[in-house]
């Protein structure tokens, strides 16, 4: 442990400031470790054999994700920490740099002290193997931030990032803390600081894999915390603070106050139980199981030439999917998941490719979402287990059933029991496939008889087929009862064996077989000697019946749960990519809706605030929905996203989304129709480019919705060249609407009709009502929606 | 959705019945791409019996109208609806396909 070298250590500094260098080299000296200091990341590795316990990297290099990624390699031992001077440096440095590989940040002053403190407390947990040691120390994190409300976002980032990185936290303790700190921080800035930006707030957080501290003061003269009336009752409704506290506590596992009421303390828990903490709660193998069939399946949906690697302790790289490729060190540029155990590293081929790269980022993010789903999954399948148990239990035949997990297991428990019933010395059973008409070897016990796993139920030789088939008892030694095939075969040489068919009865009553259960070779005599054995091999049947059955529903319902989970997942990532539109609430009067058919859908729409006061609004409708039509959705977006602000003109914006995409879409063989219009107050004009999208109306005053046509067939079909524009005049109570074709199906006349009448009757109302009424008027016209359903209404005032 | 196969002369008439969607588009496509392997150049989508095309439905016309053309042929459409009419003009994707009101006016010059 990194605490217990502290003397005779080394440490490495990083930076260009001479002061600074000043000052940490004398910190570290104070611990008793020598220090060298080097003043770039580039060829860091020359430096790999000096083995520093210490590595500190001046923030203000602001290192790339390759300079932290280059550290993480040549010094897999040592502690990675940046130091940041809390004047000059960027929150969002520092959150960068803990995202990708840096373990914890110092803020200036550092002292020995505060040094040999910070290595002490990187004790390790218990249960965490050596190596995991760096990815468990605690992040500790000191900022001064100025009171303006954007700091919010970013601090919810970063400690958000940090929370997320230990894996520990699931998505409601997520949710809870980006609240509480929403409120805490909001609470601070406002009513502490008054919004006074030369006012500081101060935050210091403490964050590791079981809980998160953080404390915020601000420069107020504090409140009385102690006396806030119910906040649900009467007037404290509207008493600004009262309610953020009231949320505080009902979010946060602990919250604090000082004695002045100025600075809070919240203190969130992770779901990880402190005792039980290591290998047994979350296995490192079973992420990278779970990430190598994860990869395989996004493969299988999106295409993309997807890989992944483990870093080992050394260092290395390990490909470990897709399992049947072999890949050595990967090239080109590198998106790292952190899991407690181990990084991965992702990467789309061809590498070094703009759409590769986002491809990447967007799957890395999809993986994280979904390793921590199969974490739950995880948990619901022991839950089921337990349940498992006590359908079990009613059903048994012997004890040996108590604890079996799956039907392998099961059948094997209920074999062995069967033989020590029966007293025959082997026993099969075989398991019906309606799929392929077979009987399947679901477990055998005994001396084996024959190497054959299946059987056709139709084969005319097999006593077992035969005992399924005529759902009847069959033994060898009563030749009259055999098919003449079977008789031919076995009735020279009778062996004690016989088949009884396993019936299931379902609780209406309905009766019908299920599989076969072979004994042979009973040690005293024939084996069914007479009518009560035989009652008790019909019973035993009727019951391994039940429990089979019982299994197999239990796996087909774990089967779609876990579907349904994935399916939940993918939807609330894809809406979450959709634009926040409250930040555009002191500029314009605009709504939307998204309603996928499926749990994902290929509807968005994005907003832009321009330069000079414009917005540009975007909807688009990829064709088809489902998995492959949110991918192609979500690269629109990003590449919307990226290039809105960097062009005026519509038209170029589209022939960037074509540039991007055209590939994906032509092979994929999907198009999609996309409107974008960019609205200048200034000069009172929309101009927009439509590709193929039908529904895009102004409407102005009292006249009818006015149709703002296509100007090009949709994107994947128009040429590169084909996307022109259009211009209109626009007055700032203008309202601008845009929906999918999910809302006029099945006719565009009669439909669209009746959501436009719906729209131009609501003009005057509030942008929410407005899409209200139409996705209402479209429900009124009946028929199935098969498609996404997106509306988005826009205007820059509400008119008076 | 149904469809059936004539001809006349060298055109094969695909007439569509029901509504093409992203459930059914499938078979439409994989019946043309057969006929296509098998030599047939000149095709006449007839909607007369069609109420609905999703966007799918209008993806797959277009991918095989696509198609169709690399191997020296032609795809027409015929009879759409007004509707199927509107949702063509409206996405511009008129301009990309020969549509005849009817089916003899679309086997004229074909």
Sequence with gaps: ?800 | MNFEISSHDDVTIVEVTGQLIVGNRQELKDEVLRLLEGGSRKYLIDFSDTAYIDSSGLGVLVSLSKKVREKGGEMRLSNLNEDLRTLFELTKLDTLFFIADSRDLALENF
């Design chain 1, 1 to 800: 442990m990194h605490g217990r070298q502290a003397a005779g250590g080394s440490a490495l500094i990083v930076t260009q400031r001479p002061d600074l260098a000043t000052a940490l080299t004398e910190a570290v000296e104070g611990l008793g470790f020598t220090a060298s200091i080097i003043a770039s990341l580039d060829h860091v590795e020359a430096h790999a054999d000096a083995r520093p316990t210490l590595v500190l990297t001046d923030i203000s290099l602001r290192p790339s994700a390759e300079g932290w990624t280059s550290l993480a390699q040549a010094f897999p031992r040592s502690a990675l920490w940046a130091v940041a001077d809390p004047d000059e440096s960027n929150i969002r440095d520092v959150t960068f740099a803990l995202k990708h590989g840096c373990h914890d940040c110092l803020t200036l002053p550092v002292t020995s002290e505060q040094l040999g403190k910070k290595l002490e407390g990187i004790g390790r947990p218990p249960g965490v193997k050596p190596g995991e040691l760096d990815r468990f120390m605690s992040n500790e994190i000191n900022l001064e931030l100025p009171s303006d409300l954007s700091i919010i976002e970013h601090v919810i980032r970063l400690l958000g990032g940090c929370c997320r990185d230990y894996r520990s936290y699931g998505p409601r303790k997520l949710v809870n803390l980006r609240i509480a700190l929403s409120e805490a921080l909001s609470n601070a800035i406002q009513y502490g600081n008054e919004g006074d930006r030369s006012k500081k707030v101060r935050l210091r957080a403490s964050v590791n894999a079981w809980t998160c501290r953080v404390q915020i003061s601000d420069e107020g003269p504090g409140f009385d915390h102690q006396d806030l009336p119910d906040p649900t009752s009467g007037t404290a409704l509207e008493a600004p603070g009262g309610r953020g506290l009231f949320l505080l506590r009902q979010l946060a596992d602990d919250v604090a106050f000082n004695e002045t009421g100025n600075a809070v303390t919240i203190t969130l828990k992770s779901d990880w139980e402190p005792a039980v903490v290591g290998e047994s709660i979350h296995p490192v193998s079973s992420d990278a199981e779970a990430l190598v069939g994860l990869v395989e399946r996004v493969r299988l949906g999106s295409g993309a030439d997807l890989h992944l690697w483990a870093e080992s302790l050394d260092g290395s790289l390990e490909h470990i999917a897709p399992e049947d490729e072999e890949l050595a060190e990967p090239d080109g540029r590198l998106h790292w998941l952190h899991t407690p155990g181990i990084r991965y590293a992702i990467q789309v081929r061809p590498a070094d490719d703009e759409c590769s790269e986002r491809w990447a980022e967007f799957t890395r993010d999809l993986l994280d979402e979904a390793l921590a789903y199969e974490k739950r999954l995880a948990e619901s399948r022991r839950d089921l287990a337990e349940r498992q148990e006590e359908i079990e239990l009613l059903h048994s035949i012997t004890d040996t059933l108590g604890a079996v997990t799956g039907l392998e297991d099961a059948t094997t428990q209920i074999l062995k029991g069967v033989l020590r019933v029966t007293g025959a010395e082997q026993a099969s059973l075989w398991i019906y496939r309606p799929d392929a008409e077979e009987l399947v070897l679901a477990a055998s016990e005994g001396p084996s008889r024959r190497p054959v796993n299946r059987v056709p139920v139709s084969s005319p030789v097999s006593v077992s087929a035969l005992a399924f088939r005529e759902n009847r008892t069959v033994r060898l030694d009563e030749v009259d009862s055999l098919s003449s095939e079977a008789a031919a075969r076995f009735g020279d040489r009778p062996e004690p064996w016989v088949a009884v068919p396993v019936t299931y009865t379902s609780p209406e009553g309905g009766s019908r077989p299920v599989g076969v259960l072979n004994l042979g070779g009973r040690r005293s005599g024939a084996l069914v000697s007479g009518i009560g054995e035989a009652r008790l091999l019909m019973t035993l049947a009727r019951q391994i019946g039940s429990a089979v059955e019982n299994l197999r529903l239990i796996e087909e319902i774990l089967a779609r749960e876990r579907v349904i989970g994935e399916l939940e997942l993918a939807h609330d990532l894809q809406m979450k990519l959709l634009p926040d539109l409250r930040q555009f609430e002191e500029i314009a009067d605009v709504a939307a809706r998204c309603v996928p058919a499926r749990a994902v859908g290929g509807d968005f729409y994005q907003l832009f605030k321009l330069p000079d006061g414009k917005i540009g609004a975007m909807l688009g409708d990829v064709t088809s929905h489902g998995f492959g039509a949110s991918l192609i959705m979500a690269l629109s977006m990003s590449v919307t996203g990226i290039y809105a602000r960097e062009t005026a003109s519509p038209g170029d914006l589209l022939r960037a989304i074509h540039r991007a995409l055209i590939q994906k879409l032509e092979s994929t063989e999907m198009f999609m129709t996309v409107f974008y219009g960019v609205i200048d107050p200034a000069q009172r004009t929309l101009t927009y480019a439509n590709a193929g999208h039908a529904h895009a109306f102004r409407v102005h005053g009292d006249e009818p919705a006015q149709r703002l046509t296509a100007t090009s067939p949709p994107l994947g079909i128009a040429e590169y060249e084909g996307y022109d524009e259009a211009i209109v005049a626009w007055e700032p109570d203008d309202l601008l609407c845009l929906f999918t074709d999910g809302l006029t199906n099945p006719s565009i006349r009669t439909t669209e009709s009746a959501v436009l009448e719906a729209l131009e009757v609501q003009r005057n109302s509030a942008a929410t009502e407005i899409v209200e009424a139409m996705f209402e008027a479209r429900e009124e016209q009946g028929g199935e929606a098969p498609d996404d359903q997106t509306a988005f209404v826009l205007r820059l005032e509400r008119p008076r």
